[in-house]
């Protein structure tokens, strides 16, 4: 049995914790909700700033925690299908609250800087679906690629869609029976992120609304399918910024992703009047017009046949 704790030792260690935790920052975007290996880092640094012995473990720390009903588990028996189930502590004082699947996401990640939250979890924050949740996203950013990446040239049976739903990644684990999935993504194609505060312990990174609109475009089976899809823009027109969604098509510079929006914007009626969103606009459509791009798909895998001229797109 591990020797007693000093109270006075005890209580430093405490109020330096509480001091570390008053509100969140990119060193600890969520002072509620950690992981077992966040926090024992945590309580390490704490340990040493208030001079405390060096035989106080990070472990033994979280342990004094637990027994002080400061900290509490995630019961582990609402993960499953993941090989280490995550151990994740709330820190508050009385029962364990409820967790957001966003937090749960950003808790069980090792970095923030790298990931965001993205696909139907962004859609569900921007309000943008109301349709069950089928699933939970989290993306890794991978390292920028040093070449110009091409654009895609579609085989000759993409125009119809293969209508074969791919991989939505990794299967990080179930939570209370819901599937939460890491992705690898191109930071080239997700220009469009920002900080959110989603509560005054809680901030994340996540994809913007313009963002999330075009990866509908892009990932249709990771945002839940052509119903969702549709349902999305619909929701979303009247709350889109023409200049961000400019913005994020000129930084990924695909013309797929231009014809696509277009091809939305039109079919909902939205008018657009940001002049470099009308220049992008026109430039895809006169480059259709020429024959020089080929037919794409609006959905990738998802069956279309339904020919837009105007867009070169299949629907």
């Known amino acids: 049995m591990s020797d007693p704790i000093p109270s006075d030792t005890w209580t430093r260690i405490v109020a330096e914790l509480a001091e570390r935790l008053k509100a969140p920052s990119e060193a600890i975007p969520n002072v509620q909700w950690l992981s077992d290996t966040r926090l024992i880092k945590l309580l390490v640094a704490v340990r040493n700033a208030v001079k405390a012995p060096k035989t106080l473990t990070g472990t033994r720390l979280l342990e004094l925690l637990v027994d002080s009903k400061l900290a509490r588990q995630l019961p582990p028996e609402d993960f499953s299908d993941a090989s280490d189930s995550p151990a994740v502590f709330s820190l508050d004082i009385g029962g364990v609250p409820s967790i957001s699947p966003i937090e749960l996401l950003q808790a069980t990640q090792p970095s923030y800087q790298n990931t965001v939250i993205c696909y139907f979890t962004a859609l569900e ?43 939505l990644g990794t299967l990080l684990f179930r939570y209370q029976g819901i599937p939460y999935y890491m992705t690898q993504r191109d930071p080239a194609l997700v220009p469009g992120i920002q900080t959110v505060r989603l509560s005054p312990s809680c901030q994340v990174r996540m994809t913007t609304l313009e963002q999330t609109l075009l990866d509908t475009l892009h990932r249709p089976w990771s945002c839940g399918g052509p119903s969702v899809v549709f349902e999305a823009w619909e929701r979303g027109l009247p709350l889109l910024d023409d200049a961000r969604l400019a913005l994020c098509l000129k930084t990924i510079g695909r013309t797929d992703y231009t014809r696509r929006a277009g091809y939305m914007l039109e079919q909902f009626g939205h008018a657009a009047t940001d002049s470099a969103l009308l220049a992008l606009l026109a430039d895809a459509k006169m480059q259709v017009k020429s024959g020089s791009l080929p037919t794409i798909p609006l959905l990738p895998d998802v069956p279309s046949t339904l020919h837009n001229e105007t867009w070169g797109i299949t629907a």
């Open 125 to 167: 924050r921007h309000e943008l679906t109301t349709q069950e949740t089928p699933h939970h996203h989290v993306a890794s950013l991978k390292a920028p690629s040093k070449q110009p990446r091409p654009q895609p040239v579609p085989s000759p049976s993409a125009a119809g869609g293969s209508g074969r739903k791919p991989s």
